[in-house]
């Protein structure tokens, strides 16, 4: 691997017109590095441990605002995974979610429903997680300082794991031949 392969992680769905073939080259690439890249597997283990403790803390705050919104931020663009995503899925053994690329990026996302997202966490974008309105902000700034100081700091590890992760992955594609 050279540096000039770093450059297959960048990508996204509103950046990139020839978007699914990144995800497949990417994929394919990281199958036929499997065992260079063995080492993101138990960071990857750790980050899915993190986003399960967690995600039921999320929900608790969602579940009191999210119904009642009339804008709703899950559109099809913020659904789509980017390259960070990918290599994160690929250590996870997670296979991508089907993507329909037709569908409008400003539109609603297509795993969106009455009762929420569809997807499990693990399995949705990054951004997913990390994003919170205004309004959600301010439910996390009104709970109790326990709470909000749990949420925070299970946050920020599971941030920090994901970008140990990352940049696992670009110093191996990166230094390692
Ligand atoms: S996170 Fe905020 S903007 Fe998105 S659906 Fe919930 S309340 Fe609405
Ligand atoms: S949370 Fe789910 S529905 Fe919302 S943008 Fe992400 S994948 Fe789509």
Not at 32 to 45: K, M, R, T, Y
Not at 84 to 103: H, K, M, N, Q, S
Not at 107 to 119: A, D, E, K, V
Not at 170 to 175: D, G, N, S
């Amino acid at each position: 691997m050279d540096k000039s392969t770093v450059s297959i992680l960048e990508f996204s769905a509103e950046r990139n017109r020839d978007y699914t073939k990144r995800v497949q080259k990417l994929t394919q690439f990281c199958n036929s590095h499997a065992e260079q890249l063995s080492s993101l597997i138990p960071i990857a283990n750790s980050y899915k441990e993190e986003m399960s403790r967690l995600d039921p803390v999320i929900q608790e705050f969602t579940k009191k605002i999210c119904p009642y919104c009339g804008t709703v931020c899950c559109r099809q663009k913020f659904g789509l995974p980017n390259g960070e995503d990918i290599v994160t899925f690929w250590a996870l053994g997670i296979t991508p979610p089907e993507y329909d690329r037709f569908r409008d990026l400003n539109g609603p996302c297509q795993y969106l429903t009455s009762n929420g997202c569809h997807l499990p966490r693990i399995n949705r974008p990054f951004r997913c997680t990390w994003y919170f309105c205004e309004a959600i902000t301010v439910q996390i700034e009104i709970s109790p300082p326990k709470v909000c100081n749990n949420f925070i700091n299970r946050l920020k590890a599971l941030i920090q794991t994901r970008q140990v992760l990352i940049n696992t992955f670009r110093e191996l594609v990166e230094y390692k031949s």
